[in-house]
């Protein structure tokens, strides 16, 4: 074992407070975000996981992530296996191996970490004593089978009602297979690859899947947490006298999911995060988030601003997390709330037709100079293919509220490569660009300073489970010159 490693993870260690250290034996498992420390510990997924897992009696959860480049260079020097965090012990001496992945570009990190592990990547060559390999996160919603064969059992669904299922099957059942087999059964929310024989076409597409086993459904439904996620496990902790679970999920109203553990150091380190909502109303028809955990779900305010009371004395800053912060009915109460507290107030980006006078005026007063919203694209038409119905003057008055508040940096996310998009289209881009731009510098006379336009520009790809999914996505050469054309 590398002596330097084992100091580099103490002195993260040594940042951070809220981890936990548990000496009780039972179920271990290593949570592993497949990126490095800095950018896992700003994921509220795994917080999420981690605090759940470890509110669990008889479980034990650490965490482990990629190396940085130094802690990566001596693992291959020094042949060291992959370590978790919390106590430097080697992964593959875990029961358990769960991948909170939250992007599809991770699972090369995933293969990655696996081999560093010294866990074989192949689940078909993974023994008994292997310890169970999972994936769950965003990205298992979206397209779980480029990894599927790395993968003894993805997770499709929430961790808030899944991660208490996962733990019961594991606890109620003996060997690997009968593991596998129990949550197959489950018929909703866990996918075993090793279970399905896939048929192809001739052109290497899937024709059909065969479960290979009676009672493992043909098709794998996604396990939705409603607003309150708690009823059915406080059901089993009772049952099986599980009392110190049961008086933890009788303790919370909802589930909020938040930072869990301080680490200033990460990214979005030195705030408080919050998941104010879940899923998003609008349908707009590329994104996959809107359909993937429809419907819609709110956490109440009053848990959201206890959250936010109990880590005031650590963070004036809190970050508000949805896919449409305005869309909360409490809105109002939680800004004017934590204005109250003296927070700084930050929020993802933002739905252009939902950017209220109060929260431009929570963001001045929290002295935030950049905010990120997302047009799409340029044309009117092309905005209502995908279900964006906003026009170019809606969208540059938008942008001029912003602007006559003194916040005079804007990020504008757009695509190219959307489906029925003429270079007529592309135009519009040019277009609206310059009359933000316009508007931007007239706003910034009164303040003395110019702002900044920020396009960001990316090609469109289709989701699945969304309405587009079947359209093509842009041959390669085709969109490189669709964005050099508008670059």
């Given at each position: ?62 965490r482990v992530f990629l190396p940085d480049k130094a802690e990566m260079a001596e693992y291959e020097k020094t042949g060291t296996p992959l370590m978790s965090l919390e106590t430097q012990s080697r992964v593959k001496s875990f029961d358990v191996v769960a991948f909170s992945i939250s992007f599809e570009t991770d699972y090369l990190n995933m293969a990655k970490m696996l081999q560093l592990a010294d866990i074989p990547v192949w689940s078909a060559e993974r023994e008994e004593h292997h310890p169970l390999v999972i994936m769950g996160g965003a990205a298992s919603f979206l397209n779980p089978e480029p990894i599927a064969d790395f993968t003894d059992v993805i997770a499709v669904g929430e961790g808030e009602i899944l991660a208490f299922q996962l733990v019961d099957a594991i606890v109620d059942n003996v060997s690997k297979d009968e593991i596998l087999l129990s949550l197959a059964r489950i018929g909703r929310g866990f996918y075993v690859p090793s279970l399905y024989d896939v048929i192809y076409n001739d052109d290497g597409t ?282």
């Open positions: 074992m590398s002596k330097r490693i084992i100091e580099s993870y103490k002195k993260k260690l040594a940042a951070e407070e809220g981890y936990i250290v548990s000496q009780r034996a039972g179920l271990r498992i290593a949570l592993c975000y497949p990126n490095t420390h800095s950018i896992g510990m700003a994921n509220l997924g795994l917080h999420t996981m981690y605090e759940l897992f470890n509110s669990i009696p008889d479980v034990v959860c650490e899937v024709f059909d899947y065969l479960p290979k086993q009676i009672g493992v459904p043909k098709r794998v439904g996604r396990a939705l947490a409603s607003v309150n996620p708690k009823e059915g496990t406080l059901r089993r902790a009772l049952k099986r006298g599980e009392t110190e679970l049961a008086e933890f999920l009788l303790s919370q109203d909802t589930f909020c999911p938040s930072t869990a553990i301080w680490s200033p150091g990460a990214e979005m380190g030195d705030r408080l995060l919050v998941e104010i909502s879940r899923g998003c109303s609008q349908g707009c028809r590329f994104c996959w988030a809107g359909y993937n955990y429809y419907p819609p779900r709110v956490v109440p305010a009053k848990d959201i601003l206890e959250k936010a009371r109990e880590w005031r004395s650590k963070t004036n800053k809190i970050g508000l997390v949805s896919t449409a912060v305005c869309d909360h009915p409490e809105i109002s109460t939680i800004l004017r709330e934590l204005r109250a507290m003296d927070y700084r107030i930050s929020v993802s980006s933002l739905r252009l037709d939902q950017i209220s006078d109060e929260l431009l005026d929570a963001l001045v007063e929290s002295r935030d100079q950049q905010i990120a919203v997302a047009p799409e694209t340029g044309s009117d038409r092309l905005r209502r293919v995908i279900n964006k119905n906003l026009t170019n003057d809606e969208i540059v008055d938008i942008c001029g509220a912003v602007f006559d508040r003194g916040m005079l940096t804007i990020k504008l996310y757009m695509m190219v490569g959307l489906p029925t998009e003429t270079d007529e289209d592309l135009d519009e881009m040019f277009v609206l660009v310059e009359r933000i731009k316009d508007r931007m510098l007239e706003a910034g006379k009164k303040f003395g300073r110019a702002g900044k336009i920020i396009p960001s520009l990316n090609g469109f790809v289709p989701k699945p489970n969304t309405p587009l999914q079947w359209d093509a996505i842009c041959e390669e050469r085709e969109l490189k010159r669709r964005i050099k054309y508008v670059s």
